[in-house]
């Protein structure tokens, strides 16, 4: 009887619904996104837009500028999803990393004001990846659950690298400990995070 | 190229978060011109900023946003610097035998830049980037060694000619030393060919011996 399953089970069934719906979310934005280059459809790019315009923006924001900047170069980062949508490779990342990744520049450019950077990972001369289509967001869909299990002092490390930009000095002196701590737990977070995408891959 | 010492996984997600200092960037970035398997592990470090992009709590955008969006859809692109495009990056790199981001940053070879010496076998070129820290380009004489010193912060360095020999091993072409202030090291050019190394800090170098003090206002480091 369903009564009967212990209450642990129930959450983690919970859980696996809520990481799959998740999981089938991404592949679909991935998926969006993949077919918006040939498409050139204007209503997928609304959808696109309505998902992760708000995002893009609430990271921007966190990197601490103003928000009316931060509306404005979400603005810039969803034209160039619109724009540069034909360089979108969904065996290499997902819809969701390679928007952070356009936004990021974006901001890194904004901030230094000369567009001397190459920010951009050069591509691979011959790709021999033929995975399938979204696997990729399929991994990231678990890394994220993985994100959710790091401990506490490991998921703020990352938090303030990723969503407000901190350098590693400056994450030391905020939370008052050495560089060298700083780093190891960056280190063991992503090795924890490494773990489970290669575990999966 | 055989490249045998890679970046430290906290380097490279300080990378992807977008968080290093410009120069330490552009020696990043260098380095994954040439190295494949820290490319796939940036490219993990991006996933991270992926995930984290989704898990983020929406900031709602104004309420004419979308249609003004879909009012730019239309217009024509501005002109691109030409510079920026991929076949002209890829061809100064081939020119001047460095990684397309430094290249594009130097504008030239390594052996037409305006090299300052700063010491007995020494010669120094500063890409003056803003920013903590420095980024300069060294070019040492073979036998000839930095001073023994530790760090303050980070101290990224790649190889680009030549090679180096210190306490963490032997370093050449494409390999880089990512090292912080756990580290002391003295790095002696060991071979008859000089070396010529990018390196770039987000704090000074702090030099151990006396030698190394008095050098530290040339080297500026």
């Given at each position: 009887m369903l009564e009967d399953?212990?209450?642990?089970?129930?959450?983690?069934?919970?859980?696996?619904?809520?990481?799959?719906?998740?999981?089938?979310?991404?592949?679909?934005?991935?998926r969006t996104l993949a077919s918006l280059a040939e498409s050139r459809d204007k209503q997928l790019f609304a959808q696109l837009f309505t998902h992760f315009g708000p995002r893009v923006k609430a990271y921007i924001i966190r990197l601490g500028m103003p928000p009316?900047?931060?509306?404005?170069?979400?603005?810039?980062?969803?034209?160039s999803v619109w724009r540069k949508a034909h360089l979108f490779n969904a065996a290499k990342a997902s819809a969701s990393t390679w928007i952070f990744t356009l936004a990021r520049n974006l901001c890194i450019d904004r901030m230094r004001k000369e567009k001397t950077q190459e920010y951009e990972l050069p591509d691979d001369e011959v790709d021999p990846d033929t995975r399938d289509y979204g696997e990729q967001a399929v991994l990231e869909a678990q890394m994220k659950t993985v994100i959710d299990t790091l401990p506490e002092a490991q998921a703020q490390v990352l938090f303030l690298s990723y969503y407000e930009g901190k350098s590693h000095s400056e994450i030391a002196e905020q939370l008052g400990i050495p560089l060298g701590s700083v780093k190891s737990r960056l280190r063991l977070a992503f090795s924890k995070l490494k773990t489970h995408w290669e575990g999966r891959a | 190229m055989k490249i045998s010492h890679h970046f430290d996984d906290a380097t490279l997600i300080a990378y992807a978060s977008g968080s290093l200092p410009q120069g330490m960037a552009v020696l990043v970035g260098s380095h994954l011109h040439w190295c494949k398997a820290c490319r796939d592990r940036a490219r993990e470090a991006d996933a991270v900023g992926g995930s984290l992009l989704e898990e983020i709590e929406p900031v709602e955008m104004s309420g004419d946003a979308l249609a003004q969006m879909l009012d730019c859809l239309d217009l024509p692109e501005a002109q691109r610097l030409?510079?920026?495009?991929?076949?002209?990056?890829?061809?100064?790199?081939?020119?001047?035998?460095?990684?397309?981001?430094?290249?594009?940053?130097?504008?030239?070879?390594?052996?037409?830049?305006?090299?300052?010496?700063?010491?007995?076998?020494?010669?120094?070129?500063?890409?003056?980037?803003?920013?903590?820290?420095?980024?300069?380009?060294?070019?040492?004489?073979?036998?000839?060694?930095?001073?023994?010193?530790?760090?303050?912060?980070?101290?990224?360095?790649?190889?680009?000619?030549?090679?180096?020999?210190?306490?963490?091993?032997?370093?050449?072409?494409?390999?880089?030393?990512?090292?912080?202030?756990?580290?002391?090291?003295?790095?002696?050019?060991?071979?008859?060919?000089?070396?010529?190394?990018?390196?770039a800090t987000d704090a000074?170098?702090?030099?151990?011996?006396?030698?190394?003090?008095?050098?530290?206002p040339f080297i500026g480091l």
């Open positions: 399953e212990p209450e642990g089970k129930k959450v983690t069934a919970a859980a696996d619904l809520t990481q799959s719906k998740q999981k089938a979310e991404r592949e679909n934005w991935t009316a900047t931060a509306e404005e170069v979400t603005q810039e980062a969803m034209l | 030409p510079s920026t495009e991929p076949e002209v990056r890829s061809q100064k790199a081939m020119e001047t035998g460095l990684p397309a981001p430094l290249a594009e940053l130097l504008g030239r070879p390594l052996d037409q830049l305006q090299w300052r010496r700063i010491g007995y076998g020494v010669h120094q070129y500063d890409l003056g980037l803003e920013g903590p820290g420095a980024t300069r380009l060294l070019r040492i004489a073979p036998g000839v060694s930095v001073p023994h010193h530790s760090h303050r912060g980070n101290e990224l360095t790649l190889i680009l000619r030549g090679s180096y020999s210190d306490e963490l091993g032997r370093f050449c072409a494409g390999d880089v030393a990512d090292v912080d202030t756990d580290v002391a090291h003295q790095p002696i050019v060991d071979t008859g060919e000089e070396c010529i190394c990018l390196i000074p170098l702090k030099f151990s011996g006396l030698m190394g003090r008095l050098a530290q």
